[in-house]
């Protein structure tokens, strides 16, 4: 279901009005839908119902508490990148043993931190980090329960940024050094074996890769069992697309479809960490058009959001849908426009050579598919205090985090 759909000419968050709301708590806003993040995270359920699995959330695609407590409440475990999500998971109530911890530059403090908060498992991406995850688990009198993140070496075919399932990347164990990491890591005292992990990309929008990476890592199990290690959990990773634009990402049935086969002939438990495809299109940034300016050779939109609130279409070039909140607009001019923001780059912009409806000042615009990989990623570049946060369920909407002020602006700093 669309849960940013026209009522009675105006675009709103499920029954939450956007002018109203925007008039409430100011522009520019992210605005997250309730209902879409649980739609999102039960399609994952159904998917998967034929076998044990967590769906351990990407809390890097965003990280609110407000947005992670929902899931949290809904069942969800989360993927971890650092100590900071992982303190952002356990406030927003994620139990631990549904916590996986990724990542490739995980230092001694983070470990330490996570095995003393008792996760499901550790996603070790080199046999340095392993060496280390022992000797820290050893000096505590524990156990880190382990994955190796294997490289499958499989072309997802997305954005180079996004790719990470090849060979010449920086993440996860080549495939081929796989079976040697695996047999040190089963002969360390602070080290159980239990698992196997992969992530081969993010925005993916065809199940091959999927598929092909899964027979691998399949085959690998059943190696490693008959080498006596133990393997429970598989991780299958994230990074099913979404639609911005044109794409047509599998659905959560198709992307089992693939992998189930292999997945429940192992008997292990599966574990999943979506990211985008819970959150992106369950928000949009709210901004609101300041200026007109035609240069002669060009239309510009100037708006109040910029590239510190929504870095995508600067980093990735990435296509995101703008839609005039008064309905009224589409029945109106078209016009070709470059839909800037206020900051002191060129590359800030949320939308080039843009046809959309022609709009006025003060005309509200919703920047589409803007709830992964969003706010998580704003700064304050340009003394910009971030967007305020806003959380809609059905007729009812609640601040998740508040508008910075000036003075966040300058907390934790010295003026001499
Ligand atoms: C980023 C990331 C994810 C989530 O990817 P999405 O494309 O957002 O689903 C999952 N696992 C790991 C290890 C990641 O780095």
Redesign the pocket.
């Known amino acids: 279901m669309d849960h940013f759909a026209y009522r009675n000419g105006e675009l709103c968050c499920e029954r939450v009005a956007l002018g109203a709301l925007a008039a409430d708590v100011g522009t520019p806003a992210y605005v997250y839908s309730k209902a879409a993040l649980l739609e999102s995270l039960g399609a994952y359920a159904r998917a998967f119902a034929a076998v044990p699995h967590v769906v351990c959330y990407?809390i890097?695609?965003n990280a609110n508490l407000g947005v992670l407590g929902a899931l949290a409440r809904a069942g969800a475990g989360a993927?971890i990148?650092s100590g900071g999500e992982l303190y952002r998971a356990l406030r927003a109530g994620v139990p631990p043993r549904k916590i996986i911890f990724?990542g490739v530059g995980k230092t001694r403090e983070e470990l330490r931190a996570a095995l003393e908060a008792g996760i499901l498992m550790f996603?070790v991406e080199s046999r340095s980090e392993l060496r280390v995850l022992d000797q820290v688990a050893r000096e505590l009198g524990a156990r880190a329960p382990v994955a190796l993140r294997v490289n499958p070496d499989v072309d997802p075919e997305t954005h180079p940024y996004i790719a990470t399932g090849l060979r010449a990347s920086k993440f996860g164990i080549p495939y081929d050094e796989a079976l040697e990491a695996y047999e040190e890591a089963a002969g360390l005292e602070g080290v159980e074996v239990v698992g196997v992990d992969m992530?081969i990309g993010?925005?993916l929008t065809k199940t091959a890769p999927f598929g092909d990476a899964v027979a691998r890592v399949a085959s690998l199990v059943k190696v490693l069992r008959e080498r006596s290690v133990d393997i429970r959990l598989v991780d299958i990773?994230?990074?099913?697309g979404i639609r911005y634009r044109e794409e047509a990402p599998p659905t959560h049935a198709q992307y089992a479809t693939v992998l189930l086969p292999a997945l429940s002939e192992l008997g292990v438990t599966v574990l999943l960490?979506?990211?985008?495809?819970i959150v992106g299109n369950a928000g949009i940034l709210l901004t609101r058009v300041l200026y007109r300016k035609d240069t002669g050779e060009k239309q510009f939109v100037v708006v109040d959001a910029a590239m510190n609130d929504l870095i995508r279409p600067a980093l990735y070039d990435s296509w995101h849908e703008l839609r005039p909140v008064d309905q009224a607009r589409l029945a109106g001019p078209m016009e070709k426009a470059d839909v800037v923001g206020p900051v002191c780059e060129s590359g800030d912009f949320l939308a080039k050579d843009r046809e959309l409806a022609a709009t006025e000042e003060g005309d509200l615009l919703a920047v589409m598919s803007a709830g992964?990989y969003g706010f998580v990623m704003s700064s304050n570049y340009n003394a910009r205090p971030r967007a305020v946060e806003v959380l809609v369920d059905g007729g009812r909407y609640t601040i998740v985090r508040r508008r910075e002020t000036y003075e966040d602006l300058v907390a934790g700093e010295t003026a001499l």
């Open positions: 990407a890097k695609a993927d990148v990724s996603n992530h993010s925005q990773g994230g990074g099913l960490e979506p990211g985008r495809s992964a």
